[in-house]
Structures are given as C-alpha cells and as structure tokens.
C-alpha cells in the first residue's frame, strides 16, 4: 500500500468527533385544563432542538428534558425546584401560566438558572424582581389590555361586567384593564372574582344579567372561559363576550362550539403566519408531523429555545456565562422578529394582535368578516 493510500485509508477510518452533549429543559403545563398550549410550546421546543442537532455547525449536541407543571403552583414549585438542582441543566425555557411563573422566579434565581419564559404575561414575572437570570421573548399583559380597552371602546361599547379568576393572572388582567378602560370613559358595572376550579357562575352571572353591560370581559384561561361562556346562554345573557390571550386556543373554540362565534381577545405579538419567520415555522412544524397543534405561543417557545441553545453556543455550557450573555441580547433575529431585553430581562413585544372567532377559528381581526362590516359583534 502507497503511503498516499494509507493516509486515505486512516482518514476514512477515523470517526467523526463526538460533540458534548448539554442539557436543557422546557417546562410547561402538559396535562390539565390547558395542556394544548404546554404541549404545542413543548413541541416547539423540541422542534428548535431536533433542528439545531441536524446542523454539522453546532458546537454541541442538544438534550432536552420536558417538564409538566400543570399549571398549579405548587407543581410548579417543585418542578423548577428539580430542575434548578440538577447542575447538568444550564439552562430552561419555562411556563405558560403565570401564577407557575410567579412561584418559580425564586428559585431559578437562588440556584443561578437561567430562563426564559415562553407565554407568561404577568408583567411582575420581570418586573417584580431584580433577577438577573429570569428572561422572556413574548410580552405582558399591559399593553395587551391597553389595546384591548381602546378597541372595544372604539367599537361603540359603554358599559363591561368584569370576570376574572383570583390567581395572579386574572387579578393582573383585571387590574390593568379596568384601568385602561375607565381612563378612556368605559364603566364597570360590576367586578366578580372566582376560583380558577369554579364549576357554577349562576349567582355572579344572575347579578351580571340584572346589571345589562354591553360587555363581559373575562381574564382567565380557557377551561374557566368555556364553562362561563356556556353558562352565558344558558341564562340568555346577550352581551358581546371579550377574553385575553388566557383563552386564545382552539381548546377555547373546541369546548364552546358555535358559542365562540363573535368572541374577541387580544393576545401580544403577531400571528405565526405573519411573523418574520413564520412560514419556516408552520412548515417545518408540519413536517415535523406532532399530534398537537403548535398554538398561539409555540413560536415563543421555538424562539426562546434556539436563543438559549444560541448563548451556549456563545459562551459554552455555564449558567453564570449564559446568564451574562442572555443580560446583554439586542436585536437578536428570531422567527417572532427581533429579541431585544431590557435591564429586567423583558422583550419589548410592541405588536398586538387583536382576533375574532369566526367560523370556528381564531382570526385576525382586519382579516375577519367583522372588520369588513359583513358579519356584527354582540351590540352595543
């Protein structure tokens, strides 16, 4: 054998190098009430990584450990607790419910892991604290409730019956939408809080008949939607029916049937299929072939994902390196467009999108028959 040969010989013989593997984990609610969200951002988050994993270019292999909180607190508590521990995580894409978030910011911040939050909306997730390690791609509840106020109230309507459910979530949507609306010249005839587990409404709904508002805003999360929505008809309570991103969810459409018709919400950001990088999402996510759809926040999900998997790649498998290149992000692409944080770790969100269910589907309010003057909400 030449010598040219044996050189060949030894190179085609050689494997290729094993890439480090680095762990990471998504945490959100995978059973329970609104599972279709956990497990479409779930899916998202495997998406991110299955895709990084096929590119020869990464300096590491990706191993991603799903988590389910259900959205209740103290499971939550735990899980960010197991998570956090495990040194081998460097970092998490986490939550969809708020009241999780809430209880889960401290200690990602004792055990120095850095997150980034995929759907929550509470401004106090960010804001409440000086936590360096807690981040997030999607935007709050503010200027969702801003928009929603001044739309509704564009609209011709006077007069709301608030509903909202008593964990953190509900109470922060009642408290900036109220504000925004009775700065604007809205009145509130009445505000009813309810456990998140209420099954009947026929005493808050009762007294909200006999108030007659125009409108009944409620701020919680689908499975608490459907069953006031249903019990709404079953009491003949005519009034144009407003939720917020809490229920933006073909669940929400699934559970109510023809009753979803006409309702409106608003939720931050702009739908998948006009996000920068949208179609690349919807496509390969189709491809991808997962039971479930992505829902509203999968592609905060798909970002948050592939911009932690980014600052690996930067600084190397290290929380505290991660968490120092994660403080100084600006403009960084991502398929929901640019991902900028604050000196709190938040997104600024700047689009928000307001929909409309027509025909069993959440659309876009200036696609819809009802921006068109074609089809009218419920009054005023």
Request: aromatic share 10%.
């Amino acid at each position: 054998m030449g010598a040219a040969l044996a050189v060949a010989v030894a190179l085609t013989t050689v494997p290729a190098v094993a890439k480090d593997t680095v762990k990471i984990a998504f945490i959100g609610p995978l059973t329970g009430g609104v599972s279709a969200q956990g497990l479409g951002g779930r899916n998202s988050a495997v998406l991110a990584v299955a895709l990084r994993n096929q590119d020869e270019d990464a300096a590491y292999t990706y191993d991603l450990v799903s988590l389910d909180d259900e959205c209740k607190p103290n499971v939550g508590v735990q899980v960010a607790t197991k998570t956090a521990a495990d040194r081998h995580v460097i970092g998490a894409i986490t939550h969809y419910c708020s009241a999780v978030a809430m209880g889960a910011v401290d200690i990602y911040h004792k055990f120095g892991l850095p997150v980034i939050v995929w759907g929550a909306v509470l401004p106090d997730i960010t804001y409440g604290n000086d936590y360096a390690e807690v981040h997030r791609v999607n935007g709050t509840m503010i200027n969702q409730n801003e928009v929603a106020a001044q739309f509704m109230l564009d609209h011709g309507y006077k007069t709301w019956a608030v509903i909202h459910d008593t964990t953190d979530y509900g109470k922060g949507h009642n408290k900036y939408f109220s504000e925004f609306l009775t700065k604007g010249g809205g009145e509130i005839l009445g505000t009813f809080g309810v456990t998140a587990d209420q099954r009947d409404f026929t005493a808050e709904l009762t007294k909200i008949k006999d108030l007659d508002p125009d409108v009944i805003y409620f701020g919680g999360l689908t499975p608490l939607g459907v069953r006031i929505r249903q019990q709404m008809d079953k009491l003949g309570i005519d009034a144009q029916f407003q939720g917020t991103s809490g229920i933006v969810s073909e669940s929400f459409v699934e559970g109510v049937g023809d009753l979803a018709e006409g309702t409106v919400a608003f939720r931050e950001g702009a739908p998948a299929e006009k996000l920068p990088g949208g179609q690349f999402f919807l496509s390969e996510y189709e491809t991808a072939g997962y039971d479930e759809p992505a829902e509203a926040y999968g592609p905060f999900a798909f970002a948050a994902t592939n911009l932690l998997m980014d600052a690996i790649e930067a600084v190397g498998p290290d929380r505290k390196a991660v968490t120092e290149y994660l403080a100084d992000i600006e403009n960084h692409e991502s398929i929901t467009g640019p991902i900028s944080f604050d000196d709190h770790g938040q997104n600024t969100v700047a689009v928000i999108t307001k929909y409309v269910v027509q025909d069993g589907t959440w659309t876009v309010w200036e696609d819809s028959a009802y921006a068109s003057g074609d089809r009218a909400l419920a009054r005023p």
